[in-house]
């Protein structure tokens, strides 16, 4: 089996789940251009915990941990299986973080929102991994390194959150009727983008310290997945962008690809 890319992904709505947009259609097309994997660890903004825990059982429950929505999406089911075998595998890499598995948790949004576009034949298993909020960033770099072998193993790895995430900021920039993109969230994603392209994990791990990182993320949830992808990136990979541009004209739907 080849190396397994890793890969980002700025998951924005939940409606992005019903619609056929930009956002979408890239995840269409980055889908078909995969390989297929043994099985999928997904890293998303929605599983926040403390500890570090990854799902369990053979078949995870589709979360809609959302609301305010059409029915329509309540109703999407995204029947992946699960794999004890893998899950055995990530805590036996995780071991100096203690990663345990839980079978209290199934496929959030951040996850299934995505891979109904990738993989929406729902054909290869599906684990989550979640986020210990106690960690500081530079620890989940190294959480993101330590899975990297899952790559030699068949097991595609799949951050997924937002580089740009102040949802309070987006909602009330988009009831105002101003449809303008805000300079605070774009020099924050052009900044990243670059710190990715030199692989700066000095400055990926300090940016949601800085003043501009805390406008740009009042909580850093969805900022660390992509440190994961990072993390897990090979030093000679160069990463390839996706799905630039912002949506609520704040929120970035930036994606990237390594491998």
């Not at 500890?51 to 589709?62: I, Q």
């Not at 071991?95 to 996850?111: E, Q």
């Not at 992509?226 to 929120?251: C, K, M």
């Amino acid at each position: 089996m080849p190396t397994m890319p890793v890969l980002f992904v700025g998951h924005g709505s939940p409606m992005n789940v019903i619609l056929d947009n930009a956002w979408t259609r890239a995840f269409n097309d980055l889908g078909a251009a995969l390989p297929t994997p043994r099985a999928i660890l997904a890293v998303s903004a929605h599983w926040y915990t403390r500890g570090t825990f990854v799902t369990a059982g053979g078949d995870p429950p589709t979360i809609h941990d959302f609301g305010g929505f059409p029915r329509k999406l309540f109703e999407i089911q995204y029947p992946a299986r699960g794999s004890d075998e893998v899950a055995r595998r990530v805590c036996e890499l995780l071991t100096a973080v203690k990663a345990a598995p839980r079978a209290d948790w199934g496929l959030d949004h951040g996850t299934w929102s995505v891979l109904h576009h990738m993989r929406p034949a729902a054909d290869v298993p599906v684990l989550q991994l979640s986020i210990d909020h106690q960690r500081p960033p530079a620890e989940h770099l190294e959480i993101g390194r330590a899975l990297a072998p899952l790559r030699e193993e068949g097991v595609l790895i799949l951050g997924s959150g937002n580089i740009t995430h102040n949802l309070r900021a987006a909602m009330q920039h988009a009831q105002s009727g101003d449809t303008s993109l805000q300079e605070w969230a774009l020099k924050f994603d052009a900044d990243i983008a670059h710190a990715v392209e030199q692989r700066d994990h000095d400055f990926l791990a300090r940016a949601p310290e800085t003043a501009l990182g805390r406008q740009n993320h009042p909580s850093i949830d969805h900022y660390l997945p992509l440190l994961y992808t990072v993390g897990a990136a090979g030093e000679a990979e160069s990463p390839r962008f996706f799905n630039p541009g912002f949506d609520l004209g704040s929120i970035s739907m930036r994606g990237v690809l390594f491998g």
